[in-house]
């Protein structure tokens, strides 16, 4: 397979500060071969699909390590760039 995309949320529980959680999951996904783009709300990567899923597994362990935690991602091989219309119509 080509390109992939997914798009992740880190929800980090019964935690008062929840900044740090995010932001190893964050630096976990840089160390891998994948594009990462980060914002308000959720992050999106891209980038060949075993390297995708390798960083997801291992940002979650991470995270997942130190706090309970619940991550969202949806994956797409039809989006494999955050900028792609999708096929969607205006």
Not at 20 to 49: K, N
Not at 52 to 74: K, N, T, W
């Amino acid at each position: 397979m080509d390109t992939i995309s997914a798009q992740v949320s880190v929800y980090p529980l019964r935690q008062v500060e929840i900044r740090g959680p995010i932001d190893e999951a964050l630096a976990t996904l840089h160390r891998y071969d994948v594009q990462v783009r980060s914002g308000e709300m959720s992050t999106q990567i891209w980038g060949e699909e075993n390297n995708v899923f390798a960083a997801l597994q291992s940002a979650f362990r991470r995270v997942a390590e130190g706090s309970d935690v619940v991550m969202v991602v949806i994956v797409s091989n039809a989006c494999p760039k955050p900028w792609d219309p999708c096929g969607s119509v205006s």
